[in-house]
């Protein structure tokens, strides 16, 4: 599996494994088999959050938890690329995404230690910021991931949902305190693309403005997630209201004509910006070893 580079020294399998299901709709044991098959497939890259998975009748610590006693079990952390987010665990499970404990520097400093305790580690490879808060002063959380980074509890930093006039808004900040800067963005990104009117709420899809942010800044490496939009290249129609239009019905018709229509997907997104990373997400060893095996790359 190739690797791409985020950072200063972070090399990471183009393919990451997505862990939004693990310890709620995937048990400890079928993930922990999951997280080897990965592994011996030739993967390194795991992606976990503080909040997965509220939505799933969780308390938001689950998939971490489940990925540091895998890493306990089986010694392999020094093998392993782990990044994590914060910002978007529910302070309320009424209210879902509309309240969440946000990116204030006393949220910051609590949930990263928190999330080293569930992943049972002494750092986080890759620390984003899941979404943006704009309550808070961007100087007050960049000037906390700074210091986070300086402390070496975490290595890199990256954000995901944001909007590319913030990401450059931050950058100005980091340029003009000598702080560190993302080194990454995670977005949703596939081959098709929403329409400018869908609501994706609290999700952000990578449109023009970002891809043009990219392509400017190359060290800020895209990190892809919902790549396969929950099998839409295994349809012939449309599945998802918010992709319906001629041209993604034409791209659609064009991928279903490939030999390998999720595998032509992947690598078409992995090649974008430079060389990207996509994060898949399955509970099946069998889909896994179909993706990680058919990946021509």
Not at 61 to 77: A, F, V
Not at 92 to 98: A, D, I, Q, T, Y
Request: charged share 25%; net charge neutral.
């Amino acid at each position: 599996m190739d690797k791409i580079e985020i950072g200063n020294d972070l090399k990471v399998s183009k393919i990451g494994l997505g862990t939004i299901n693990f310890g709620t709709k995937l048990d400890a044991n079928a993930a922990h088999l999951l997280l080897s098959k990965y592994v011996d497939l030739g993967g390194n890259f795991l992606d976990t959050a503080n909040n997965y998975a509220v939505w799933n009748g969780g308390d938001g610590g689950e998939s971490e938890r489940t990925i540091g006693e895998w890493l306990k079990q089986t010694k392999r952390r020094e093998e392993m690329v782990i990044a994590t987010k914060l910002g978007a665990l529910a302070t309320s499970k009424e209210k879902g995404f509309s309240k969440v404990e946000g990116l204030k520097r006393d949220v910051l400093l609590r949930s990263v230690e928190r999330s080293l305790k569930n992943l049972q580690t002494d750092r986080i490879d890759l620390l984003y910021l899941h979404i943006d808060d704009f309550s808070v002063s961007q100087k007050e959380v960049m000037g906390t991931l700074a210091d986070l980074v300086r402390q070496g509890v975490v290595k890199e930093i990256g954000c995901s949902n944001f909007f590319a006039w913030r990401i450059e808004r931050a950058r100005l900040i980091c340029q003009e305190k000598g702080w560190p800067f993302f080194s990454a963005i995670q977005q949703r990104y596939s081959f098709l693309s929403p329409s400018a009117t869908a609501d994706l709420f609290p999700q952000v899809a990578l449109n023009r403005d970002m891809a043009s942010y990219l392509q400017n800044y190359p060290q800020l490496k895209l990190v892809a997630y919902s790549p396969l939009l929950k099998g839409q290249y295994n349809a012939d129609q449309i599945l998802d209201p918010a992709y319906d239009s001629l041209e993604n019905r034409e791209r659609l018709s064009f991928v279903r004509k490939q030999s390998k229509p999720n595998s032509w997907v992947l690598k078409h997104i992995t090649d974008q910006f430079g060389g990207s990373a996509a994060l898949v997400t399955t509970s099946s060893i069998k889909h896994l070893k179909e993706i990680m095996e058919d990946a021509d790359f």
